[in-house]
Nanobody
Framework: QLVESGGGRVQSGGSLSLSCAASGFSVDDYAVGWFRQAPGQEREGVSCISDSDDGSVTQYADSAKGRFTISRDKAKNRVYLQMDSLRPEDTADYYC???????????????WGQGTQVTVSS
């Protein structure tokens, strides 16, 4: 199970920290990604974290680079998404999901959480 939290309403330029709590599996055994879906738009990948021989590998969509930071706490079995310098266009439902490997393509291969809403006002 994946449970997101930390969403809310913030003004443009503000920050939010999303949390994804995993149960039933270990976050260090799977890739965990953050996706978002704005009203009337398709779900899109935002960031993803996975294991490598040297530690964690992180990936970011162009829209997230330099503003969002994904991290993982193996002891707490959680994955976080720190979102800074938020813009109105970041408004969306944010979902965390687990898969065998990172990808920004949403689909049935991902195991999804229920989502958390983020609203950025101008």
């Amino acid at each position: 199970q994946l449970v997101e939290s930390g969403g809310g309403r913030v003004q443009s330029g503000g920050s939010l920290s999303l949390s994804c709590a995993a149960s039933g599996f270990s976050v260090d055994d799977y890739a965990v990604g953050w996706f978002r879906q704005a009203p009337g738009q398709e779900r899109e990948g935002v960031s993803c974290i996975s294991d490598s021989d040297d530690g964690s590998v992180t990936q970011y969509a162009d829209s997230a680079k330099g503003r969002f930071t994904i991290s993982r706490d193996k002891a707490k079995n959680r994955v976080y998404l720190q979102m800074d310098s938020l813009r109105p266009e970041d408004t969306a439902d944010y979902y965390c999901a687990a898969n065998l490997r990172c990808s920004f393509t949403p689909g049935s291969s991902w195991f999804w959480g229920q989502g958390t809403q983020v609203t950025v006002s101008s």
